[in-house]
């Protein structure tokens, strides 16, 4: 009776490896695969992502971490055009809304880390979600719990406008440190320079040009000094980042750079302020007018 129980049990366990669907094995037989394509562009973390298409089915079985009752798979193209490296973590960054489930972090991330200046790569992302769930309710959101997050409908042609670079041309003026500066555009991003927006936050970029009419060389010093963002609250804001040069030779006319603040994603209006206490020299500031 032995005999005939462990010859059972190996038969078993036999049949297990060889690919039946016997509890405890998984099936070597691919269940149907509902295959999606998007080809749905966001920026994240000034890196350009792609989802090209969406897989649901029953399970994976080329993902040893794949559940029985449901999977997503995501195929993700990275690319990063900048000339620094983007670091991300998209087991902590993208996750899956399923209804009634929540946030689905993902199972399996075949290609995770660092993403090098110039450089891009293919991805795949499986998630668990219900095979029941149809693909146009989920969303994919990416973002950390204190980033400025981006849900993207897995549906064909989502409206992401919200997400994309909004720019405002400007040509607004004011004096400072004897320079005669203009203001002549302003953008807002929801990341730069490698980094996502907190959370409510976006990046205003702002674009100036000087002139200097003196005889001499200004030297207004350092843009982190100087020049400060107030908010419709009354809220006073340092630059994140500045390409504006310290030093302004004499006769320069029409140099600048650009000066970055993360502001209030629903901002408006916004006051650029000039001046450094201790400089001796007058403070000068100009309104900035957002578009809605």
Same mark, same amino acid.
């Given at each position: 009776?032995?005999?005939?129980?462990?010859?059972?049990?190996?038969?078993?366990?036999?049949?297990?490896?060889?690919?039946?669907?016997?509890?405890?094995?998984?099936?070597?037989?691919?269940?149907?695969?509902?295959?999606?394509?998007?080809?749905?562009?966001?920026?994240?973390?000034?890196?350009?992502?792609?989802?090209?298409?969406?897989?649901?089915?029953?399970?994976?079985?080329?993902?040893?971490?794949?559940?029985?009752?449901?999977?997503?798979?995501?195929?993700?193209?990275?690319?990063?055009?900048?000339?620094?490296?983007?670091?991300?973590?998209?087991?902590?960054?993208?996750?899956?809304?399923?209804?009634?489930?929540?946030?689905?972090?993902?199972?399996?991330?075949?290609?995770?880390?660092?993403?090098?200046?110039? *450089?891009?790569?293919? =991805?795949?992302?499986?998630?668990?979600?219900? &095979?029941? !769930? @149809?693909?146009?309710?989920?969303? +994919?959101? %990416?973002?950390?719990?204190?980033?400025?997050?981006?849900?993207?409908?897995?549906?064909?042609?989502?409206?992401?406008?919200?997400?994309?670079?909004?720019?405002?041309?400007?040509?607004?003026?004011?004096?400072?440190?004897?320079?005669?500066?203009?203001?002549?555009?302003?953008?807002?991003?929801?990341?730069?320079?490698?980094?996502?927006?907190?959370?409510?936050?976006?990046?205003?970029?702002?674009?100036?040009?000087?002139?200097?009419?003196?005889?001499?060389?200004?030297?207004?010093?350092?843009?982190?000094?100087?020049?400060?963002?107030?908010?419709?609250?009354?809220?006073?804001?340092?630059?994140?980042?500045?390409?504006?040069?310290?030093?302004? *030779?004499?006769?320069? =006319?029409?140099?600048?750079?650009?000066?970055? &603040?993360? !502001? @209030?994603?629903?901002?408006?209006? +916004?006051? %650029?302020?000039?001046?450094?206490?201790?400089?001796?020299?007058?403070?000068?500031?100009?309104?900035?007018?957002?578009?809605?």
């Amino acid at each position: 009776m032995l005999v005939v129980v462990l010859l059972a049990a190996l038969s078993y366990v036999a049949a297990g490896f060889a690919g039946a669907p016997l509890p405890g094995f998984r099936s070597s037989a691919q269940g149907p695969v509902t295959t999606r394509m998007l080809n749905t562009t966001v920026t994240y973390a000034s890196a350009r992502l792609t989802i090209q298409r969406v897989q649901q089915a029953q399970t994976f079985d080329d993902d040893p971490r794949a559940t029985s009752d449901g999977m997503l798979r995501i195929f993700l193209h990275e690319e990063n055009s900048t000339n620094y490296t983007i670091a991300y973590n998209l087991y902590q960054c993208a996750h899956v809304l399923v209804p009634g489930k929540g946030e689905q972090a993902p199972l399996l991330v075949t290609a995770n880390g660092p993403l090098a200046p110039k *450089a891009s790569r293919n =991805n795949l992302l499986d998630f668990a979600a219900p &095979f029941n !769930v @149809p693909l146009s309710q989920l969303v +994919l959101r %990416l973002g950390t719990d204190n980033e400025a997050q981006m849900d993207i409908p897995l549906t064909s042609k989502p409206d992401l406008s919200r997400y994309a670079p909004r720019s405002v041309k400007l040509n607004t003026q004011l004096q400072y440190f004897g320079l005669n500066w203009t203001v002549t555009e302003a953008t807002l991003t929801w990341s730069a320079d490698g980094q996502q927006a907190p959370r409510n936050k976006v990046f205003l970029t702002l674009t100036l040009t000087a002139d200097n009419t003196l005889a001499q060389t200004a030297i207004p010093g350092s843009p982190y000094d100087y020049i400060r963002l107030e908010t419709e609250d009354g809220s006073r804001i340092a630059p994140s980042y500045s390409t504006l040069p310290v030093a302004f *030779a004499q006769g320069a =006319n029409g140099q600048g750079g650009t000066v970055t &603040f993360l !502001v @209030p994603q629903k901002s408006q209006q +916004l006051t %650029l302020i000039m001046g450094q206490s201790g400089s001796g020299m007058q403070s000068a500031s100009a309104t900035i007018h957002l578009a809605s």
